[in-house]
C-alpha cells in the first residue's frame, strides 16, 4: 500500500516537471537522460553534447549535511546569531578552566581523587580473591625489594616486642609473637603491587586478618583499622579489605620468619591493596569509627589516595 | 523538484550556504576528550618516571625516562590526582560519543571498514606525495575514517588497560585476558603512543583546512561546505 502513492508521486512529479520545463529543445532530453542515469543503467548517456550552465545548475546539490540537517541559505546576521548559539552551548567546557586556577586546583583534584576511591570502594569485592600463583612464578627472595620511606631497620627490639591492640575490642592489651603464631597460620602466594608500577609475586605466611580481629574481640561492624609502626610510619585500612581472605598479619616470608628490612616480626600483606598500605614494623593496632584528620596514612597525608585498592 | 525551479528563478539574496557537519554531542565530546587527553598524557608520562620500565623491579632496566617538562602533577602523587579525576572525562566523553554514533547512526561515516582499504593509499598519497585528490564520494574520506576509527580502538585499549591496573584484583578476568598486569602496562603505554601519532597529523591536517574547516567544529556550521560547488 505505501508503496503505490509514493510511485505515483513521483510519476506526477516528473510530468509536472517535463511540463514546466522551459520550451527549449535540448533541456528536456538532456534532464531526462540525467534521470535514467540513476535509475536504469545501461541508457547511453549523451557525451557529445557540452553541458549548459543550465544542465550544471539542475544537477541536485546535497539537501542535507553530514550531520543529517538540513543545509541552508541564510543572511549572515542570522549566521551570526547560530554561530553564538551554538557556542554558548559549548561554554560548560570553559568550566574545566577552573583547573587551572592556583585556588580551585587542589579541591578539585583532590573531589576527583575522592570520586574515585569511592568507586573502588563500592568494585570491591569482599570475597573476591586475587588470584595466587604457583611456586615457580614466585620471584626469589633477593629480587623482592626492600622498600622503606625512611630506614631500612627501625632497630625494633625482637625479644620484647609486644603489638598494642586498643580502640573498639573486647579484649585490648599487648600480644606476643607467640600468641600471635598460635592462631592459624596460611601461607599464600601473592602479587605486590607498587603505585609506582612494579609488581613481584612473594610467598607470605600468617594469621589470617579476620581470625586476629575475632581473637581479641574486635567490634566488625567498625569502619577502620588503624595501625601505628616502628618506623613512625602509619596507615589506615577499610574493615571490609581487613576482614577479605587473604589479608593477613605476616611474620613469615619465603618460609622464614620476616626479616628486618621487610618489617619484622609483624606488618600488614593485603593482595587487594597497593604497597604503601602494606605497613611494616607494626607496633599498634587500634580498631576505630573515625579517622584523625591528617592521620590516615603517611603516603595518603601527602597526596596518595587512600583506598589504594586493587 | 519544484524548490529547485523556484531557486533557479528568485533573485539571489545575500545569503551565505551554511552547513551542519558536527552535532552538538560530537563537539561537547570533541573539546572534553581533547582537554582530558593531554592532562592523561602528561600525567601518565609523571606517572611512567616513577618506574619507567617493562620489566621487574630488581634488576630495573629503564625503557624510556620522559623529560619533567612534558609532564603534569609534579610528582608521582600529583600526577596520579590529575591522572584519576581526568581518567572520569577522557572515559565520559568517550562513552558520549560512542553511545551518540550509535544511536544517530552516523558510525556509517566514521567507521573504518574493509571496502575503505583501497582508498587509503590514494589519500595518502594525495596528503603526503602531492598527489591528485581522489573525489570526494563520502563524508570523511578512507584516510580521516582510518585515523578517527583508530582512535577509538586507541581509547578503548587505553580504557581497558587501565582498568586491569587500577583494579587488577577486582578485574581479575580482565587482568587474564589482557595478559597480566604487566603486559596491560605494555598496552596502555602502546595507545598512549598511537595518540601521539594521530595528534599531530590531526593537527597538521585541521590547519591545512584552515579556519573555515575548524570553526565547524566550535560552532557545528561549516560555511560554503565542499561538497556543494
Not at chain 1, 188 to 205: A, L, P, S
Not at chain 2, 74 to 84: K, M, N, V
Request: aromatic share 14%; proline share 8%.
Amino acid at each position: 500500500m505505501p508503496d503505490e502513492p509514493q510511485s505515483r508521486n513521483e510519476r506526477s512529479e516528473e510530468s509536472e516537471l517535463q511540463e514546466s520545463a522551459p520550451p527549449s529543445e535540448k533541456s528536456p532530453e538532456t534532464q531526462c537522460a540525467s534521470d535514467n542515469q540513476g535509475t536504469k543503467a545501461g541508457t547511453e548517456p549523451r557525451t557529445d553534447e557540452k553541458p549548459h550552465i543550465e544542465v550544471r545548475d539542475e544537477i541536485p546539490r546535497p539537501r542535507f549535511g553530514p550531520a543529517g540537517e538540513e543545509i541552508r541559505d541564510v543572511t549572515p546576521g542570522d549566521r551570526r546569531r547560530i554561530n553564538r548559539r551554538e557556542l554558548l552551548e559549548l561554554a560548560p567546557i570553559a568550566l574545566l578552566g577552573a583547573f587551572a586556577i592556583p585556588k580551585f586546583q587542589q579541591p578539585l583534584l583532590n573531589t576527583g581523587l575522592h570520586v574515585s576511591d569511592w568507586t573502588a570502594a563500592k568494585l570491591f569485592g569482599p570475597r573476591r580473591l586475587e588470584p595466587t600463583y604457583s611456586n615457580s612464578e614466585v620471584a626469589s627472595f633477593d629480587k623482592f625489594p626492600y622498600n622503606f620511606y625512611d630506614v631500612v631497620d627501625p632497630g625494633v627490639d625482637l625479644a620484647s616486642w609486644t603489638l598494642t591492640v586498643e580502640g573498639l575490642v573486647k579484649r585490648p592489651g599487648n600480644y606476643t609473637l607467640q600468641q600471635i603464631q598460635a592462631l592459624p597460620k596460611v601461607t599464600q602466594n601473592t602479587r605486590h603491587v607498587c603505585v609506582e608500577g612494579w609488581d613481584v609475586v612473594g610467598n607470605f605466611g600468617g594469621v589470617r586478618g579476620s581470625d586476629f580481629l575475632r581473637w581479641v574481640g574486635a567490634d566488625l561492624t567498625a569502619r577502620f583499622l588503624e595501625v601505628e609502626c616502628a618506623d613512625e610510619y602509619y596507615e589506615s585500612i577499610d574493615m571490609e579489605t581487613m576482614l577479605h581472605p587473604q589479608t593477613i598479619f605476616c611474620y613469615e616470608m619465603y618460609g622464614r620468619p620476616l626479616d628486618r628490612g621487610h618489617g619484622a616480626p609483624l606488618g600488614l600483606r593485603m593482595p587487594t591493596k597497593l604497597g604503601y598500605k602494606q605497613a611494616k614494623y607494626l607496633t599498634t593496632v587500634r580498631v576505630t569509627n573515625v579517622l584523625k584528620p591528617g592521620m590516615k596514612g603517611y603516603w595518603e597525608d601527602q597526596g596518595y589516595d587512600w583506598y589504594g585498592g586493587l | 523538484m519544484a524548490t529547485t525551479a523556484n531557486v533557479l528563478e528568485a533573485p539571489k539574496p545575500q545569503t551565505i550556504t551554511v552547513s551542519y557537519e558536527h552535532p552538538f554531542v560530537v563537539r561537547l565530546a570533541h573539546w572534553l576528550n581533547a582537554i582530558a587527553l593531554l592532562v592523561m598524557i602528561t600525567s601518565g608520562l609523571r606517572i611512567f618516571r616513577a618506574f619507567p620500565s617493562f620489566g621487574p623491579k630488581i634488576p630495573q632496566q629503564n625503557f624510556w625516562i620522559p623529560p619533567p617538562g612534558i609532564t603534569l602533577g609534579g610528582w608521582l602523587a600529583g600526577a596520579i590526582q590529575w591522572h584519576f579525576t581526568f581518567m572520569w572525562i577522557f572515559v565520559g566523553s568517550g562513552v558520549m560519543y560512542l553511545v551518540y554514533q550509535i544511536v544517530s547512526g552516523h558510525w556509517r561515516q566514521v567507521l573504518f571498514m574493509p571496502c575503505d582499504i583501497p582508498g587509503v593509499w590514494p589519500m595518502v598519497r594525495h596528503y603526503f606525495l602531492f598527489g591528485k585528490k581522489p573525489p570526494v564520494v563520502a563524508a570523511y574520506n578512507p584516510l580521516q575514517k582510518l585515523a578517527y576509527t583508530s582512535t577509538v580502538f586507541f581509547g578503548t585499549v587505553s580504557f581497558l588497560s587501565g582498568l586491569v591496573m587500577y583494579k587488577p584484583v577486582q578485574f581479575w578476568w580482565l587482568t587474564l585476558l589482557l595478559g597480566g598486569f604487566r603486559l596491560a602496562r605494555v598496552w596502555h603505554f602502546m595507545a598512549m603512543c598511537g595518540f601521539v601519532a594521530f595528534i599531530p597529523g590531526h593537527l597538521i591536517m585541521v590547519a591545512l583546512h584552515g579556519w573555515n574547516n575548524f570553526y565547524s567544529m566550535i560552532t557545528g556550521w561549516k560555511r560554503d561546505p565542499e561538497y556543494i560547488e
